[in-house]
């Protein structure tokens, strides 16, 4: 029993004495990053400070997450960018009111993202990640990898460097011997871990490293003093402050409103580059862990962590992947009581924080930092790399450049701009035009008479554009290219642009579709819009004019259209000329006559026989189980109706409506039979001129079908 006990809580108390320590280093290497020059003598009040409120985060996470054994801690981009706040601040006479400065810029930073995780969360916008571009991000995470190089390098030189203070890096011949030794270090920490099995050669590649520094050190007779003197330890001063002797009223008496204010779009940028970081890895452990979880309810606990560690003035704080997925394997199911012992470690690194920094060598917290670069600038240009468009990695690299020549605000910026450039450019590249139709291939729903049907297919009067997507200045300036193109071949009266499936239009669109219109409108013919969504009326009824029309789906439109171009042609009503057997046939028919609005065959009714519409218009609806009424046709004076009914012997299956004063001949099933049997003649050309309607029909039918899959 007692060795059961010890093998379940072995694992645990490993992994996180493993993790405590390395987080312990980790943050001292952060603390003297940020408490330096006039605020070094309180790095190590600063790293106690930080200690706590990572503990306080690792204990909240640790209960409230989804994600059993997460390790958390300080985002690496969150600490560079304000590093670089922190250097751009006033200096202060006073050592103490420096470094409350520095305090309360960590202090707001670390709120500000506890209260935008929460506010995230508790809206449920965490899917927000989804929406802004990845070369972007990744551009952020390159640019954050090259600041902490560059912080590293600076940091075991002992001055700050940057992209733009290059002739500076002339001067560090004289530090070369700490430069060597930092930079085999961070290769050592990012080469061997990977490729060694045990989970302690992070650790132990530290350890080592320190105390063959001290051996060589003693054996060359250099004492504490000299190794300070020379740049290898921190000089915490004659006059450090005790962790619990500090007077807060001397911290808290630099700090300047004013200068936080100022300090406030930077602090928001921290919040937002850690939010995008945060959820990143939320969604990253959720794929290598293969456990599904809500990010908006992780954002929440993440925010509730940093807004308790944000008292103490700790870092912003984020899960960290690699040392999750170490917990994991090494504490097992037990990897939650793990964070609770790395928790521990985190605290008693507070009482050790003096000891740690005093002989902890410099080059070894600059080999974390150059470690946490290289591996931020690797990962990043690796997944770029592989990315499907080389683009991506031009993104990256150009949002890194600006992340260290202007700063973050600037990166995002220009960042957002160029996607947003080359996403246009893109977009407008795209063909908006689904489908193209003319009078030939897209005829309405109106059945007409034989010579109606010839004079519309006679000529190519009709251009018909059914459009997609989002019309813009791009997509606008293309189509009435193509517009233009097509009116100087051939020269087309009317013209519809179908607006079914555009999802909406902005201000350049509605210029250029009102150049379209007076094209159209010079040679003649009428622009119409049809399918056109409530939101987008708005926008577009401001073109409303003579050449302008609306209609509300394209088959009336190309009614319209074809009414318009008949009309024109002064051909619209040829009766006569439409039956030519009418006088053969006018002593076997009965004249009738429909107002507007009446019932011309029922649905449901026996046979009627057949009907020739010598004027007017009927319209045909069937009616719905619902009892509402849907119009499928409308005939023309010329055509023929009721064939269908005659010839199967089956009751009418829809009902039939005069649009207007309309006037038939009515041919019964009995005076078809006598036709044909006292004039075969007559009544074979009769049933050929129906079965030529019927073939016509059904051609439109086909058509009319696949216009409805569009």
């Not at 409120?53 to 909240?60: I, P």
Request: aromatic share 10%.
């Amino acid at each position: 029993m007692y060795q059961g006990t010890m093998k379940t809580w072995l694992g645990p108390a490993l992994s996180g004495v493993l993790l405590g320590t390395i987080g312990v280093s980790i943050i001292s290497a952060y603390a003297t990053l940020l408490f330096r020059g006039n605020a070094a003598p309180y790095a190590v009040w600063g790293m106690a400070c930080i200690l706590i409120g990572n503990m306080l985060a690792t204990l909240v996470v640790a209960r409230r997450s989804q994600q059993q054994g997460v390790v958390v801690g300080p985002d690496e981009s969150s600490v560079i960018i304000l590093s670089g706040l922190v250097g751009s601040l006033p200096v202060l006479a006073d050592p103490a009111a420096q470094a409350g400065m520095v305090m309360a810029h960590l202090v707001a930073a670390c709120l500000g993202c506890g209260l935008m995780f929460w506010l995230v969360g508790r809206y449920r916008l965490g899917q927000i990640v989804r929406f802004i571009p990845y070369p972007v991000i990744n551009g952020f995470l390159f640019g954050s990898g090259v600041l902490l190089f560059l912080a590293g390098v600076g940091q075991v030189a002992g001055q700050s460097v940057s992209l733009q203070s290059w002739p500076v890096w002339q001067g560090f011949a004289e530090h070369w011997l700490a430069i060597v030794m930092a930079g085999g270090l961070a290769a050592a920490l990012f080469w061997v871990p990977p490729r060694v099995s045990s989970a302690l050669a992070f650790p132990a590649l530290i350890l080592l490293a320190v105390i063959f520094f001290f051996m060589v050190s003693s054996w060359q007779g250099i004492d504490h003093a000299q190794l300070v003197s020379q740049g290898y330890l921190t000089p915490l001063g004659d006059h450090a402050p005790s962790l619990w002797s500090l007077s807060f009223a001397s911290l808290w008496a630099g700090v300047d409103g004013d200068v936080l204010w100022r300090s406030a779009p930077t602090v928001l940028v921290v919040a937002a580059v850690a939010l995008l970081t945060a959820l990143l890895q939320i969604v990253a452990l959720e794929q290598v862990l293969g456990e599904d979880v809500d990010e908006n309810r992780e954002l929440r606990t993440y925010g509730v962590a940093n807004l308790l560690a944000g008292v103490f003035g700790a870092f912003p704080t984020v899960s960290f992947i690699g040392d999750t997925l170490l917990n994991r394997q090494v504490a097992g199911a037990q990897a939650r009581a793990a964070t609770y012992v790395l928790a521990m470690i985190l605290l008693a690194g507070v009482w050790f924080a003096d000891v740690l920094l005093a002989y902890m060598p410099i080059f070894v917290m600059a080999a974390l930092l150059l470690f946490f670069g290289i591996c931020l600038i690797v990962d990043s240009l690796e997944k770029a790399r592989k990315a499907a468009s080389s683009l991506d990695l031009i993104i990256t690299l150009f949002v890194g450049l600006v992340v260290n020549l202007g700063g973050f605000v600037e990166g995002a910026m220009a960042g957002i701009v160029i996607t947003s450039l080359i996403f246009l450019v893109k977009y407008s590249k795209i063909d908006f035009v689904k489908q193209q139709f003319s009078n030939h291939t897209v005829p309405s729903r109106v059945t007409r008479s034989g010579d109606g049907k010839r004079l519309l297919q006679a000529s190519d009067w009709l251009s018909v554009y059914v459009l997609e997507g989002f019309l813009f200045f791009g997509s606008a300036q293309r189509l009435y290219e193509r517009v233009r193109e097509d009116y100087r071949v051939a020269r087309p009266e009317q013209c519809i642009i179908d607006f079914r499936h555009v999802k909406g239009v902005d201000a350049t669109a509605v210029s250029m579709l009102g150049k379209v219109a007076g094209m159209v409108a010079a040679q003649g013919g009428v622009l119409v819009f049809s399918g056109v969504h409530r939101s987008l009326l708005r926008s577009l009824l401001v073109l409303r004019s003579e050449s302008v029309r609306f209609t509300a789906n394209l088959d009336l439109a190309v009614q319209f259209a074809e009414d318009r171009h008949l009309a024109r042609l002064a051909r619209a009503q040829q009766d006569q000329a439409l039956f030519p057997f009418l006088a053969d046939i006018a002593p076997y028919a009965q004249a009738r006559c429909f107002e507007s609005g009446s019932v011309v065959i029922r649905q449901g009714s026996g046979a009627v026989g057949l009907l020739l519409i010598m004027s007017g218009s009927v319209s045909v609806r069937v009616e719905l189980p619902d009892g509402q009424q849907l119009r499928l046709r409308k005939f023309m004076c010329g055509t023929i109706l009721g064939e269908i009914s005659l010839y199967t012997g089956a009751g009418t299956v829809a009902n039939v409506y005069a649009n207007e004063r309309t006037d038939v001949l009515l041919l019964s099933p009995e005076q078809l039979a006598s036709i044909e049997q006292h004039q075969p003649g007559l009544a074979i050309t009769l049933h050929k001129a129906v079965a030529a309607v019927m073939a016509h029909r059904l051609v439109d039918t086909n058509r009319s079908l696949q216009q409805a899959t569009l």
